[in-house]
């Protein structure tokens, strides 16, 4: 067997430096058990060193972590991973065992298409929902009833949620909607004044259509603060119309949110005393009040 100074005076001065800096790593303990466990070979380990070291750290992290919202690593929930591919090692980040688990856990969401609607409510839960005042029981009951019977049912009447800003209108929907994607039924939170906007943006494009048949079309959808829109005749003639027409057809559950009452959320869709206006927003109302049961929702406020 050749003897190690042998060795080191056929390799180049590089190689020297390379198996220097690996053994000098090889001091720290962790750093050596960590190596010695990898299915690679001294010879290639020693070509990486620093990034082991990194890798190394990251595995530390990860062996003395209690939750994601700890992480040190580089990347929240990541690890940095080395693995052999022919004759060289490459390095990639991995999803973290917590990770995973949120992952799996969050996957639901993916059935709720969000727009424009606070992250907060992305998580509301059924059973977070404030019990403690009176005002929200009749809501409660016809949410929990909502989800009972939607796998048999799937044509039940929305609501119309009239109350004050921070009441927790748009938290009580997404609620069921976020159960309800947890059995894979699809729905849609659109903060309307924002998607009328976004919509007469695109109004001559391609993704016109598109922008308004998902919303048109969601199995589930609540239309959010509806009112505190720039009402015209085009937003109510041409979106509002249309698009509870065809909800009402397909008898798809339609949910809303106002600060406005119904009367006055008439008045706002009427725009002015002109009588052919009043009809056309009067036939509006009627068309919510066809999918929606109107409940009032009296709360203090839960923005903080
Ligand atoms: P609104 O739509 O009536 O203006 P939100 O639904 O946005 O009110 O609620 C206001 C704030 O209170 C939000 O930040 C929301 O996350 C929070 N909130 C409302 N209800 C609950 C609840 N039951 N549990 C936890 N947070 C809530
Ligand atoms: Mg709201």
């Given at each position: 067997m050749k003897k190690v100074t042998d060795v080191i005076s056929m390799t180049s001065s590089k190689q020297i430096d390379l198996k220097q800096s690996y053994v000098t790593a090889l001091k720290d303990p962790n750093f050596r058990s960590y190596v010695e466990?990898?299915?690679?070979?001294?010879?290639?380990?020693?070509?990486?060193?620093?990034?082991?070291?990194?890798?190394?750290?990251?595995?530390q992290n990860c062996l003395h972590c209690p939750?994601?919202?700890?992480?040190?690593?580089h990347e929240k929930?990541?690890?940095l991973t080395p693995e052999k591919q022919l004759k060289s090692i490459v390095f990639s980040y991995n999803a973290c065992a917590y990770l995973k688990k949120q992952l799996k856990q969050d996957a639901y969401q993916e059935n709720v298409y969000l727009f424009e609607i606070p992250?907060?409510?992305?998580n509301a839960r059924m059973k977070d929902i404030y019990k403690d005042d009176r005002g929200r029981k009749e809501i409660i009951k016809y949410l929990i009833d909502f989800l009972q019977q939607y796998p048999t049912t799937k044509k039940q009447k929305g609501l119309y949620l009239n109350g004050s800003f921070g009441s927790g209108k748009t938290y009580?929907?997404?609620?069921?909607?976020?159960?309800?994607?947890?059995?894979?039924?699809r729905s849609a939170l659109i903060y309307y004044p924002e998607f009328l906007r976004s919509l007469k943006e695109s109004f001559g494009n391609e993704e016109y259509r598109e922008k308004f048949d998902r919303v048109k079309k969601a199995p589930l959808l609540l239309l959010d603060d509806i009112g505190a829109e720039n009402m015209t005749p085009w937003s109510r003639d041409e979106v509002l119309g249309p698009l509870l027409q065809?909800?009402?057809?397909?008898?798809?559950?339609?949910?809303?949110?106002s600060n406005l009452t119904m009367e006055e959320l008439e008045s706002h869709l009427a725009n002015s005393n002109n009588a052919v206006e009043k009809v056309k927003a009067r036939r509006i109302?009627?068309?919510?009040?066809?999918?929606?049961l109107d409940m009032k929702l009296i709360s203090k406020?839960?923005?903080s």
């Open positions: 466990h990898l299915p690679i070979e001294e010879d290639l380990l020693m070509k990486y060193t620093s990034r082991l070291e990194e890798a190394s750290q990251e595995f939750g994601l919202e700890n992480c040190k690593n929930g990541f690890l992250k907060q409510i992305k009580l929907v997404a609620a069921l909607f976020n159960e309800l994607a947890k059995q894979k039924v065809y909800r009402m057809n397909e008898e798809l559950p339609t949910f809303f949110t109302i009627e068309r919510i009040k066809e999918l929606s406020n839960r923005r």
